[in-house]
């Protein structure tokens, strides 16, 4: 259906991946794209004619090619045969025609037309010319299908002396097994003697390579019977290095592995498991299962660091520095951080210092330890061991099991490529154990200064020196750590941030890190106002950490650099507190979970988490019944025996608050902590349930500005807790005025930052009597 316009005509276009047609053959095409389709669709109700131009092959969209990405020379071709298939593709026979040259694409109806002027090749020498060169060609054509086992030598019987040069020229350009763009560039050539002289050229240096392919598979040929027949690619191998003039028949790995060994400062007993390696080595084929265990063993040999380390001067000041930089607060846990720094740096080693962060997410403890590495100016390598059950996975598999590895530890070593890094262990208290080992006994040896000088890991099955690796780990808790490791480690609390710790890190840290994030710096200005980060903290965010914090700030700023794009602000914008509600919604937290009103029967306790301090609501009611107590809100063993003993201590003191003392008899108690999805522990609501149980029976309202912690026991007294920093931060997030501890938590109040106490009135008690009497109002 080809219109014609001043020379031009217009023909719909196929694409062709991977293949070129040339005129005057035939050849079978498979049409899936959905242009390339309703092409075909258009023409098979006119003349069958049709354009097909190869496509590059080094496009972004392969599926739909713009014309930019075709080439300019094509073939008119015309459409022989067609067959629709199941599928919705197309199988065609199409005949090329002529050659052509594109002059522009137009894209219609969802069909790629194309405008083109027919120029076939043209012919400037004379006749003696052109057949000297045909002859010479066809010569060496003839040659090259006798050599290429892929092409039958029956390929040439369509070819006979009444061929035309032109014609011949297509046929070997159709049949020649060389790179698509080659093809294409003696395509494009116009001039018939040209294209000759070119295509004869590519022709002679196929058929040198055809040469020395069978030289090289006829020396070796020879040798082999049927128990050589494995060694036939290895073979051919060192015969193509002999022509290229490597005279050595050893391989190039096995001289590599023997050159590492002799420069290395390998351990005696590396250097003598390696040896024999590489003797094995020596021996096995390259093609052998074993060959690649071997040769994968060596490999993590060589790869491993064994220089001593040069000694790196540090200044204590500016390992400070570095702290202040990256963290804001932390006063107590930089003091330590420092302290240990400053041994290492009078003793120069560090046996017997491996610190281990625990506190809950989001405080610093990681970053933390890319400080320290930073002040050392040692490479930096974190491992996560949250999840890993697997004893392997820490001291790797025996080289027996097929894939087998080093384990992490080993690993890490070799990213760092020094012998002294920084490795730190994130999640150690997430480590399982199952019936493959106890991954936490297995790091008993590599964090006990005393054993790890001599490491062994099962796949290496030699000793590896890890004493002068500075050692590092972090957990949320330390519960789930086994008592023989938590030995090894030096134990660094660290307590989640109070709201003014989180203000000021959100200023100075989390701020510009979200701007450089979101890469805004020079293009739109956002600044927060202070009282804006305030009520984020208080009102949007509820951890212990700044991870919540860092990502509402970063909603915030996404908001804004959507509205700045769509046109709808300014590229100056100042977030104040009252545009909060618009951006992040209504508050989420408005410290409403405490009670703040005066009760009975109900009190404010204080938990710990692993995510940091909690404040705990304990609600008792009484109901006409025979003394049964009910405990609801998903409570653990401890958390129900500690309100059992509560229950008995309150039927010990039922005189004492004018409470009728058969109340066990006669009245049901209900003790229920809200959230009764989230389960709940520990001894230390003992004083809580007392105080709530006394307080329902007797009618003697409670406090509501006082939150309390404590265990207790049947005698009455109030017994030490854990966790005190973080209940304290979640009385002061929750605007809790006293907060009652045991006496016995008194002399570690003093390690707790002073902005943490700043505004609670802490008071001390050692017996539930003194609680009591704080708590209860008084009819």
Not at 374 to 389: E, I, N, T, W, Y
Not at 639 to 660: F, G, H, P, T, V
Request: aromatic share 8%.
């Amino acid at each position: 259906m080809a219109e014609k316009d001043k020379n031009m005509m217009i023909l719909p276009v196929i694409p062709l991946r991977n293949t070129m047609i040339v005129p005057n053959t035939i050849t079978p095409l498979l049409v899936g794209r959905e242009a390339s389709k309703n092409a075909t669709e258009f023409v098979l109700d006119s003349d069958r004619h049709i354009i097909c131009i190869t496509q590059k092959s080094d496009i972004e969209n392969e599926e739909d090619p713009k014309a930019k990405d075709l080439f300019r020379i094509g073939t008119l071709c015309s459409i022989i045969q067609v067959l629709k298939l199941p599928d919705g593709t197309i199988r065609m026979l199409v005949e090329g025609l002529h050659r052509v040259k594109i002059i522009k694409f137009n894209r219609n109806k969802n069909i790629l037309f194309a405008y083109y002027s027919q120029i076939d090749k043209y012919l400037n020498k004379n006749n003696l010319e052109i057949e000297a060169l045909v002859r010479s060609f066809k010569k060496a054509f003839n040659q090259y299908v006798r050599l290429n086992r892929s092409i039958p030598e029956e390929a040439l019987l369509p070819m006979n002396e009444n061929s035309t040069p032109i014609e011949y020229f297509y046929f070997a350009l159709a049949n020649i097994q060389i790179p698509l763009k080659q093809k294409h560039k003696l395509m494009e050539i116009n001039e018939l003697y040209d294209s000759y002289n070119k295509f004869l050229e590519v022709l002679n240096e196929e058929v040198q390579i055809l040469k020395l392919e069978k030289k090289i598979d006829g020396s070796v040929r020879h040798k082999l019977n049927k128990l050589q027949r494995e060694y036939y690619l290895s073979e051919q191998l060192k015969v193509i290095h002999k022509e290229l003039g490597i005279s050595k028949e050893e391989k190039a790995d096995l001289v590599e592995f023997k050159e590492n060994l002799e420069k290395m400062n390998l351990s005696e007993e590396a250097k003598r498991r390696a040896k024999e390696e590489i003797t094995k080595l020596s021996r096995l084929n390259s093609y052998s299962p074993e060959y690649s265990v071997v040769h994968n063993y060596l490999t993590w040999i060589f790869d491993l660091p064994w220089e001593e380390p040069e000694l790196k001067e540090f200044s204590l000041k500016q390992a400070e520095n570095v702290l202040d930089e990256d963290h804001y607060g932390l006063e107590k846990v930089k003091e330590r951080i420092l302290e240990y720094l400053s041994v290492i740096k009078i003793a120069k080693k560090i046996r017997g210092q491996i610190l281990c962060f625990v506190g809950p997410p989001g405080v610093g403890k990681t970053s933390l330890g890319k400080s320290i590495a930073r002040a050392l100016d040692r490479k930096f390598v974190r491992l996560s061991l949250g999840g890993v059950r697997d004893e392997a996975e820490i001291r790797g598999h025996r080289r027996t099991y097929i894939g087998a590895i080093p384990g992490v530890i080993i690993q890490s070593m070799k990213k760092s490529q020094t012998v002294n890094p920084l490795i730190m262990m994130d999640e150690i208290d997430k480590m399982t154990m199952d019936f493959r080992g106890d991954p936490a006994s297995a790091l008993l040896e590599v964090l006990d200064p005393e054993q790890n000088e001599s490491f062994r890991d099962h796949y290496l099955d030699f000793e590896y020196d890890l004493s002068r690796v500075l050692f590092i780990t972090t957990a949320n808790t330390l519960e789930s750590i086994p008592q023989p490791l938590i030995d090894r480690m030096e134990i660094i609390e660290i307590p989640g941030y109070t709201a003014y710790e989180k203000i000021n890190i959100a200023i100075k840290h989390l701020v510009p890190k979200v701007f450089d994030y979101h890469e805004i710096k020079g293009k739109i200005n956002i600044k927060f106002q202070k009282k804006a980060i305030e009520n984020i903290v208080k009102q949007y965010t509820r951890e212990a950490g700044v991870r919540g914090l860092e990502r509402t700030i970063a909603k915030i700023v996404r908001k804004i650099i959507k509205k700045y794009i769509e046109g709808d602000s300014s590229k100056n914008t100042t977030v104040k507190s009252k545009d909060l509600e618009k951006f992040l919604g209504v508050p989420k937290h408005l410290f409403s979970e405490v009670n703040r009103v005066n009760k009975a029967g109900v009190v404010t306790g204080l938990a710990w988490t692993a995510y940091g301090g909690e404040t705990l609501q304990i609600e008792v009611i009484k109901l006409n019944g025979d003394g049964k107590l009910k405990l609801t809100g998903q409570l653990g063993d401890v958390m129900q025996e500690s309100a059992q003993a509560a229950y008995s201590l309150a039927r010990l003191y039922a005189k004492d608050y004018n409470i009728d003392p058969e109340f066990y008899k006669k009245t049901d108690l209900h003790l229920h902590i809200p959230e009764g999805a989230i389960p709940k522990d520990g001894p230390s609501a003992g004083v809580t349930m007392l105080t709530a149980i006394i307080s329902i029976l007797s009618g003697m309202k409670i406090h509501h500005d006082i939150a309390m912690t404590g265990e207790i026991t049947l005698t009455g007294d109030v017994l030490p807790i854990g966790g005190l920093a973080e209940k304290l931060i979640a009385a002061k997030r929750s605007k809790i005025k006293m907060v009652i501890i045991p006496d016995k938590n008194e002399p570690y109040l003093s390690e707790i930052h002073d902005e943490i106490k700043k505004g609670l009135n802490i008071v001390f008690v050692n017996n539930v009597q003194e609680v009591l009497k704080i708590a209860l109002i008084k009819k």
